[in-house]
T-cell receptor, first 116, second 114 residues
Framework: DSGVTQTPKHLITATGQRVTLRCSPR?????VYWYQQSLDQGLQFLIH???????AKGNILERFSAQQFPDLHSELNLSSLELGDSALYFC???????????????FGPGTRLTVL | DQQVKQNSPSLSVQEGRISILNCDYT??????FLWYKKYPAEGPTFLIS?????DKNEDGRFTVFLNKSAKHLSLHIVPSQPGDSAVYFC?????????????FGKGTRLSVIA
C-alpha cells in the first residue's frame, strides 16, 4: 500500500458527460501529480500541483482541469468526455524537496474510466 | 516524440535465470532514472533508481546500469522469480528534485516461467 488513495476505482460514463476523480496523497506529501495511461501506452503526465499551486502542465486537454485543496487532496475534472478519454488515471505524490535528496513518486491504485 | 523508449513490449524468462530489461532515452537533460514495477489493478511501485553521476546501482536482486554516452539503461534481475512477473516501466527526470514530473516509457511485460 503506497499510502496514496484514489476514488473511485472504476467509473463508467457516457460521451459528453463530466466526471471528477479524487486523490489523497500520502501524509506529509505536498506534491500531487496526475498521469493518464491509455491502452498500450506509458504513463503520460497531465498536471502537477504543489501545496495548492499548479506547478507544471503536460499533455492535458483543455477539457480537463485539476485543483489541489488546502487539505492537499486533489481532484481531476474531465468534461465533454470522448471515447478516447477511456484510460487509467493515476495520481502520485512525493515529498517536498529542499536540498539534494532524491524522492520517488508514490502512485495510487488508479481510476479506470470507461466512456461509452 | 517519445523521449523514453522501451523497445521490447514483452520478455519471457525461465525462473532462476537473468532478466534484462532495456530502456533508451533521447533527452540529454535527463539526470535521474527510475524503474517502476506494475501489477494488474495496482499503481506502479518504485523499484530502483540511478542518478547520472553513477553507472551502476544495486539493490538485492535488482541492478540498474546506466550508459550515459549511449543514452541507455538496463535493469537486471537475478535470479528471476515468478513473483517478478509484471510490467516494468522506465522513467526519467531532468532533475534530482521530487518536484518534477516523470517521463515514462511504454513498459515491458516480464513473464517469469516456473
Amino acid at each position: 500500500d503506497s499510502g496514496v488513495t484514489q476514488t473511485p476505482k472504476h467509473l463508467i460514463t457516457a460521451t459528453g458527460q463530466r466526471v471528477t476523480l479524487r486523490c489523497s496523497p500520502r501524509s506529509g506529501d505536498l506534491s500531487v501529480y496526475w498521469y493518464q495511461q491509455s491502452l498500450d501506452q506509458g504513463l503520460q503526465f497531465l498536471i502537477h500541483y504543489y501545496n495548492g499551486e499548479e506547478r507544471a502542465k503536460g499533455n492535458i486537454l483543455e477539457r480537463f482541469s485539476a485543483q489541489q485543496f488546502p487539505d492537499l487532496h486533489s481532484e481531476l475534472n474531465l468534461s465533454s468526455l470522448e471515447l478516447g478519454d477511456s484510460a487509467l488515471y493515476f495520481c502520485a505524490s512525493s515529498v517536498a524537496i529542499t536540498s539534494g535528496g532524491v524522492y520517488e513518486q508514490f502512485f495510487g491504485p488508479g481510476t479506470r474510466l470507461t466512456v461509452l | 516524440d517519445q523521449q523514453v523508449k522501451q523497445n521490447s513490449p514483452s520478455l519471457s524468462v525461465q525462473e532462476g535465470r537473468i532478466s534484462i530489461l532495456n530502456c533508451d532515452y533521447t533527452n540529454s537533460m535527463f539526470d535521474y532514472f527510475l524503474w517502476y514495477k506494475k501489477y494488474p489493478a495496482e499503481g506502479p511501485t518504485f523499484l530502483i533508481s540511478i542518478s547520472s553521476i553513477k553507472d551502476k546501482n544495486e539493490d538485492g536482486r535488482f541492478t540498474v546500469f546506466l550508459n550515459k554516452s549511449a543514452k541507455h539503461l538496463s535493469l537486471h534481475i537475478v535470479p528471476s522469480q515468478p513473483g517478478d512477473s509484471a510490467v516494468y516501466f522506465c522513467a526519467a527526470s531532468p532533475t534530482l528534485s521530487g518536484n518534477t514530473p516523470l517521463v515514462f516509457g511504454k513498459g515491458t511485460r516480464l513473464s517469469v516461467i516456473a
